[in-house]
């Protein structure tokens, strides 16, 4: 491993993290398969590493493999360290899953990865924000504004913004797209009012979100289905329409509809098949032991994982959604066509 990636070992976690006794299991792990993995997650203290970290514990507890979780750092970070053999496992976002295993985007230089999905959980929204003051009250209105979309770090602001504009049939050159280099500057400019609007990536019920709602008024725009149907078939399937429940944040008066992407835990096509059958079971049955980590523990579930991924299922994941009863033949054109699209 390079000195970069730090690594910490679940002896020194059991004091940072409490987990409720987990029994039933018995140490499962096939005598043929390792007995030590690497899991790549982001960086430490984020819900990604804490999330990860109780995942780790847990897959240990009830396998008795021995889970290593190393802070690579973002997503596409953790999906080189993934296809150089540098970690065997990763949480990361679905638009670096997509992106790795196309070939596209940021790693259209290095070519395509052949990485493959065992679960999916917690949702990122991509929030569209504007100061109620502007007379913003849809997408439509953004001409003339001054509107936040892009972000060095976070391509897909950009994408949303671009496949946003043209949706509703709005000329880039008709606003003033800013760029920003952190959510904290983006919602600084909305709190002051250099800013009109802005493409604000947080989890549902985001601190951040909520602060700035009881600063100023702001409302968040709703994209309706129609409209939704052509920016998510633009965006690519890393990403998926989100609901914000009326009254999340303050004036909230109606649901509101929004792209996001999910998080998505990816390994190598050449991942043993027992040992992801093994994970996968293994995340999916412990909501109650993840949601005790994080309170997004709660959304690794058999739902969301099943939500059209952005890179082909593992098989041992779609063996074990075999044994539930819960492949379909919907699931099985689609992950036809990603693996299609994976050798084109």
Do not use: C
Request: charged fraction near 25%; proline fraction near 5%.
């Amino acid at each position: 491993m390079k000195k970069s990636l730090r690594k910490l070992s679940f002896g020194v976690l059991i004091g940072l993290i409490l987990l409720a006794p987990l029994s039933g299991w018995g140490q499962v792990k096939p005598s043929t398969l390792p007995s030590s993995l690497a899991f790549g997650t982001s960086s430490i203290g984020s819900a990604f590493y804490i999330i990860s970290v109780g995942m780790g514990e847990i897959i240990s507890k009830k396998t008795g493999i021995n889970i290593s979780v190393e802070s690579v750092g973002g997503s596409d970070a953790n999906a080189r360290a993934l296809s150089q053999k540098k970690v065997d496992l990763a949480m990361l976002n679905s638009l670096s899953v997509a992106a790795a295993y196309m070939g596209e985007g940021t790693f259209a230089k290095e070519g395509k990865a052949n990485l493959q999905v065992i679960a999916q959980g917690q949702q990122s929204l991509r929030n569209i924000v504007v100061r109620t003051a502007s007379g913003i009250k849809s997408p439509a209105d953004l001409r003339g504004s001054r509107f936040i979309g892009k972000r060095p770090a976070l391509a897909e602001l950009e994408m949303i913004t671009d496949t946003l504009l043209k949706a509703y049939g709005i000329p880039k050159d008709s606003l003033k797209i800013l760029q920003t280099t952190e959510t904290k500057e983006a919602l600084e400019a909305l709190k002051l009012g250099s800013a009109d609007g802005a493409v604000i990536p947080a989890g549902l019920r985001s601190s951040t979100l909520l602060e700035l709602a009881q600063f100023v008024d702001v409302t968040f725009l709703s994209i309706p289905e129609d409209k939704m149907k052509l920016i998510l078939e633009e965006l690519g399937p890393a990403f998926h329409e989100a609901v914000i429940p009326k009254g999340t944040y303050r004036g909230q008066m109606e649901d509101v509809k929004t792209p996001s992407l999910l998080t998505d835990i990816a390994v190598r096509a050449d991942f043993p098949e027992d040992m992801a059958y093994l994970i996968t079971k293994t995340l999916l049955e412990s909501q109650k032991e993840l949601t005790m980590v994080h309170s997004e523990g709660k959304e690794w579930t058999v739902s969301n994982t099943l939500k059209p991924p952005p890179a082909p299922f593992h098989s041992g994941a779609i063996k074990y959604f075999k044994e539930k009863g819960l492949w379909t033949p919907d699931l099985e054109k689609f992950q036809e066509k990603l693996l299609r699209k994976g050798k084109n």
